[in-house]
């Protein structure tokens, strides 16, 4: 896909004209989510001069933690206007003013994703977050929320989370910050601080993401001293990687879900299971502790990504793999059959439903002293070719496993030797094969063996 091409820029200064937006949201994932409401206040010579306030039908039923937070509820949207009917009216109503908002960059995406898919459209107007004016005067601060802002700047006690009131919360905080800067002197960023996100949206199926050396990345206020949690497989990247990303972005891994998480970042495949109603209990204790009023946010793997910007980069799919970059070659054919899957220890196992072997026989696979990739290094649903091929090291048979005819990655171990080597034509037997999970969440090849 590509990325958001025509997206305005990020910007801090002192404005008196602008719209200040917030939309109240299915979740987090502009791929797998919805607008549920759209509020926003015109501004002109620092005043209020006209309001926008929708609620909007999502088409399915609004997740329960979702109407606990908002109080939205589906019989408040069971006979409002669906999206497509809302968004065109609105942009017209928006028109090229500079947006101002709380993290503002999420709903900057919402729109500029549903306009290009609903519409045709982009979404091009320059936006000023105060979340990130925030972080600009007070870094010491760990939270800089709305919920926090209102209180510190003595606006309100509570946030409402509905769309209008937390507009005129925005307003306030925006306007209270820029008396704060004037009276003490702060200037703003050079040139604004314009900032534009160009970075892809990583949503294609053949794309693996790399960490770019550390020395190559800026870190991120965004990241800085916020936890991150994983919960489920990610598919373009391994968890490891995707923690060195954290850590490089200045921010921190944590283990489980406690009242000091900030992200809990779910693999694809929870994420979709999530809105079947299948919740992992890291994602369920999240929830409650946001109810409570904790700082935490429940976010897909592409919206991590999409946070990440240019400090991973992608491996394309189609490149030929070799021994020195890694990169991978794609297959054309797909795997029934033998599952060799990563387990503990750095080992590779492997069932198979080969006629030689019984179907729940579990064979594992020494890893290679010299092994560059493993199996989290793949992502998932890649197509892959596996050699198992009859070789001698230090004067002792062998059997090797080798991904893509050049990337090595173990070998069978002597007990199982003698019993594959028997199935192996000649010296080698070349099989397709496709990255999946097995049952034990662990990642594992599909592949044949050749009869």
């Known amino acids: 896909m590509m990325p958001r091409e025509y997206k305005g820029a990020s910007i801090l200064a002192s404005k008196d004209d602008y719209v200040s937006l917030d939309l109240e949201t299915t979740g987090f994932d502009t791929r797998q989510d919805d607008i549920l409401e759209i509020g926003a206040i015109r501004v002109r010579d620092g005043k209020p001069v006209e309001r926008y306030e929708q609620l909007v039908n999502p088409g399915y039923a609004i997740p329960i933690f979702i109407t606990n937070l908002t109080g939205i509820s589906n019989d408040m949207v069971k006979d409002a206007p669906v999206l497509a009917d809302v968004l065109p009216v609105f942009l017209d109503w928006l028109g090229d003013d500079l947006i101002l908002g709380h993290n503002v960059n999420f709903d900057v995406n919402f729109l500029y994703d549903s306009a290009e898919t609903l519409l045709g459209r982009s979404v091009s107007n320059d936006f000023i977050d105060t979340l990130r004016l925030a972080r600009y005067l007070y870094p010491k601060e760990r939270h800089n929320r709305l919920s926090d802002l209102i209180v510190r700047f003595n606006i309100a006690e509570t946030q409402s989370h509905r769309s ?88 921190i891994n944590g283990k489980t879900v406690t009242k000091d998480t900030n992200y809990l970042v779910t693999g694809s495949t929870d994420y979709n299971a999530s809105l079947k109603g299948a919740k992992s209990s890291k994602w369920l204790k999240a929830e409650k502790l946001r109810l409570a009023g904790q700082d935490i946010n429940i976010i897909s793997e592409d919206v991590f990504y999409d946070m990440l910007g240019d400090s991973v980069s992608v491996i394309s799919m189609a490149a030929e793999t070799s021994s020195n970059d890694g990169e991978l070659r794609s297959a054309s054919s797909r795997a029934k059959g033998t599952v060799v899957s990563e387990g503990a220890g750095g080992f590779l196992n492997a069932k198979t439903k080969k006629k030689e072997l019984k179907g729940d026989e579990t064979v594992t696979v020494d890893s290679h002293p010299l092994q560059r990739l493993t199996l989290e290094d793949f992502p998932l649903d890649a197509s892959l070719w596996v050699t198992l091929k009859n070789v001698v090291i230090d004067n002792e048979p062998q059997i090797s496993v080798t991904i893509n005819g050049s990337v090595r990655v173990g070998r069978i171990p002597e007990i199982l030797r003698e019993k594959y080597a028997a199935m192996i034509p000649s010296k080698d037997a070349v099989a397709a094969a496709t990255v999946a999970i097995d049952e034990n969440g662990n990642r594992c090849l599909r592949l044949s063996l050749p009869e």
């Open 164 to 251: 209008i009131a937390d507009v005129e919360q925005t307003v306030a905080c925006y306007q209270w910050m820029l008396r704060y800067m004037a009276e003490n002197g702060i200037s703003f960023p050079d040139k604004d601080g314009r900032r534009y996100s160009d970075t892809p949206l990583f949503r294609g199926k053949d794309q693996l993401l790399r960490v770019m050396p550390q020395g190559d990345i800026t870190p991120d206020p965004a990241f800085d001293g916020m936890t991150f949690v994983f919960t489920g497989a990610l598919k373009k990247m391994t968890r490891s990687s995707a923690q060195q990303a954290v850590i490089n972005l200045g921010g």
